[in-house]
Structure formats: structure tokens, C-alpha cells
């Protein structure tokens, strides 16, 4: 009987809770003047413990104890507002979040003071809290700076964060044929990333221009192995680790300095900052060669340069040299194809949802050095060989560059 006493009346609190504001919304729009007056708004900001800095946080959700609702649902914080629970002395709030690790959960309980103040006639009672104390936490380290809540967002605590010492982040970029072009990021669809020196897979079917992963603090070097949806490499790392407690909550940590590269058959690999640093900067840069042999088609309603490109849908494109099918089931206004780098000349099928039309283009080959160490094929001199459209294709730009620059060849749908 007392059981369900308890979780009667806890019910009765929690029902009370929600109601409070709901009530208390009704009646300010009567009462402008008696609009937020209890001031259980709590502010929790995050930082860094090295630098005092932000620290930006992914969070899944926070919930409150007395409440169903879910705060912050994932988002991207560098601080919360948080309404605590006026009607007991104390809120637990629990903090799911994401870090390199994967999902993780902190638990911070806050004790204080409520009491009700009377307010005026026509605005009654509200609830005022002080006093606040965090008696339980998991987190690094937590420090009040205010005690007493506000009605308006304020900071009241600071979450801080021992130093993540041990995270790289690798950038795939893109290189064109200009000599002097340092590329653009490049998104690379990825089936997984190993080390090793764990088992734990990071992440799978993902895909991103950079991948953030963890040295081995066991070891002087560590290998990674990039399992990719367009092939596969690896890049081993060396570099100096030492031990120090720079900060006494967070105890002994390993630090890494003097990155270098050990082995890779990335086509280039690069070193841009040899430094570890929380948050994680391009540490190395995996550089792809230039694309030399990718022509544009674009799709028109009619011949001409000028014309506008029309949107029609595709089952799918082959070629004469690979079993790869090109935009399968993909409605486009113009596709961009890989041309045979060890023949003149390319044939491919493009299968509209009716039928299927071949067109065989040619082309100059020409053997260059990129790079220093990009050895490529360059192709010129484009033409149309045959074609199974009505109305001949065109050819808009013969020469193939890169990046590519407008089409080179103007299929017109009739």
C-alpha cells in the first residue's frame, strides 16, 4: 500500500508539473506583466579544459526527471537551458550524447531550494529556486558560477572536458590537371575504415571528404586500412607519444606530436599539421590524381550550344570496357562518363526507359606526368564516330579537362 502510495503521489507531482505551465501560459495572455516569473531557467555551458574554450557538443537528447520531454534533441550545442523541477529539491538530468567513441550517457544531479513567493493579486504565486549544488556527476569536471536560476538564459554551471589527445583527421581532396591546384574536398563513399590495433569498425556505409579516427596510444605508428565503395588503401603513421597528468581530474593522458607517414599507395599523401589538436584539424590529406578521361553529355530538346539542357530518365549506361552501370534508374539533364584510356575509342549504351542507343566517340590519347607523380592519360580532339539518334549529336568542346568545364558532347532528344 505505501508502494503505491509513492508512485501515486509522484505521479500526482509530475501531472502537477505539467499542468503549472500550462496553466501559467493560459493566464499570461490575460497578464502580460505576470509572464516568466519563476525563475527555474538553469544555464549549463560546456568548454574545453585545455583552453577554457567552447566545446561544441552532439547531443542525442537530455531529459529531465518529472518531465516526459526531451531537450535538445539531436543538435549541436556549445551550451543548454534547462527548466528545473520547481516542485522537488532536486532535477536529475541525464545527457545522451555522441562522441568519436560512439553514444554516451552523463548524469548530473542538482539539489536546491524551492520555495513560493507571493507575487502580487492578480498574478498570485510563483516559484523561486536557490541555492543549487551539483552533488552527482560523471562528467570531467563541473563548476557553479551562479547559483540562483534565472527567468532568462544565464550560465549557471560550466561543463568542462578533459583534452581528446588522441584523434587525427584525415581530408580526401580531388587534384586537377593545373599543376598549381591543391584540389577541393572530395566526398568518398566509404564501406568501413580499420586500425590495427583494435577490432572496432569506424564508420561503416558512411560518406564524407573527412574521417576523424583514433592513434594507438599503445605504439609508436598505427596503420589504417579505407575499405572504399571505389577501391581500397592504406596509410601507417608514425609519430612520438608521451605521458603527462597535465590536469589532475583527468590524470595520466598520452599526447602525440611529430606526425609522419610510414607507408601508403594513396596516389598522394600528405602531412599539413603534425600536431594533435582537440578539436581535430587536417592532420593528413589523401590527394587523388586527376580525372583525365571524364567527357560531359548533356541531354537537349533541340541542337545548339545555347539550348537548355531537358531532364530525362535513364535505366542505366554501360560502356564497351567495364561491367559498371552508369546513373541506373536516374533522371538527369547531363552525365558525366569515363571515357577507355586504353583504346581511341568509347561506345556507350544509354538505356532510356523504351529503348536502348548506342554512341561511339573518339578520341587523341597522350601520356602525362602530373603532379610529379600522377601518370595519366590525356584526351583531345573528341568526335562522334556513330551514333544511334535521330538527329546527330554534337560535339560542344573536344578537348577533355579537369575539372570539367561544361559539356562536350549535346545529345538532342527527339
Known amino acids: 500500500m505505501i508502494y503505491l502510495y509513492c508512485r501515486f503521489e509522484k505521479m500526482i507531482k509530475k501531472v502537477a508539473w505539467i499542468l503549472f505551465f500550462a496553466l501559467l501560459a493560459i493566464s499570461c495572455l490575460d497578464e502580460p506583466d505576470c509572464y516568466n516569473l519563476n525563475n527555474n531557467i538553469f544555464g549549463i555551458a560546456f568548454r574545453k579544459m585545455a583552453d577554457n574554450k567552447a566545446d561544441t557538443v552532439t547531443l542525442i537528447g537530455i531529459s529531465i526527471n518529472g518531465t516526459d520531454s526531451i531537450f535538445y534533441e539531436y543538435s549541436l550545442a556549445t551550451g543548454v537551458e534547462l527548466p528545473l523541477n520547481f516542485l522537488a529539491d532536486q532535477s536529475e538530468i541525464i545527457f545522451q550524447r555522441l562522441d568519436h567513441a560512439g553514444a554516451v550517457t552523463n548524469r548530473l544531479l542538482l539539489a536546491y531550494r524551492s520555495q513560493i513567493q507571493f507575487v502580487s493579486e492578480d498574478c498570485g504565486e510563483r516559484f523561486l529556486i536557490a541555492d543549487v549544488n551539483p552533488v552527482e556527476s560523471d562528467f570531467d569536471s563541473v563548476r557553479v558560477v551562479n547559483r540562483s536560476p534565472g527567468n532568462t538564459a544565464t550560465t549557471n554551471l560550466i561543463v568542462y572536458r578533459c583534452p581528446t589527445t588522441d584523434l587525427i583527421r584525415f581530408g580526401f581532396r580531388q587534384l586537377h590537371a593545373d599543376e598549381d591546384s591543391v584540389g577541393v574536398p572530395l566526398d568518398i563513399g566509404v564501406d568501413s575504415i580499420s586500425a590495427d590495433y583494435t577490432s572496432t569498425v569506424f564508420f561503416p556505409d558512411d560518406t564524407a571528404s573527412s574521417f576523424v579516427l583514433p592513434l594507438n596510444p599503445a605504439a609508436n605508428s598505427t596503420r589504417f586500412d579505407f575499405d572504399l565503395v571505389s577501391g581500397s588503401g592504406f596509410v601507417a603513421l608514425n609519430y612520438e607519444t608521451t605521458n603527462e597528468a597535465r590536469f589532475t581530474v583527468c590524470g595520466q593522458q598520452t599526447f602525440f606530436a611529430g606526425l609522419t607517414i610510414l607507408s601508403t599507395d594513396f596516389d598522394i599523401t600528405k602531412v599539413v599539421n603534425d600536431s594533435i589538436e582537440d578539436p581535430p584539424v587536417t592532420n593528413v590529406l589523401l590527394l587523388r590524381c586527376p580525372d583525365t578521361n571524364l567527357v560531359t553529355i548533356a541531354f537537349k530538346d ?106 562536350n558532347v549535346a545529345i538532342i532528344i527527339d
Do not use: K, W
Open 302 to 407: 533541340q541542337p545548339g550550344e545555347d539550348a537548355p539542357d531537358v531532364t530525362v530518365p535513364l535505366i542505366g549506361i554501360t560502356a564497351d570496357y567495364t561491367t559498371e552501370v552508369f546513373y541506373p534508374n536516374t533522371s538527369a539533364a547531363t552525365v558525366i562518363l569515363p571515357l577507355n584510356a586504353q583504346a581511341d575509342m568509347t561506345r556507350f549504351s544509354i538505356a532510356f526507359e523504351d529503348e536502348v542507343i548506342d554512341i561511339e566517340l573518339g578520341y587523341d590519347r597522350n601520356e602525362v606526368v602530373y603532379h610529379n607523380v600522377c601518370n595519366r592519360t590525356a584526351m583531345s580532339s573528341l568526335e562522334v564516330i556513330s551514333s544511334g539518334f535521330a538527329t546527330p549529336p554534337q560535339i560542344l568542346n573536344d578537348e577533355i579537362v579537369s575539372p570539367t568545364n561544361g559539356s
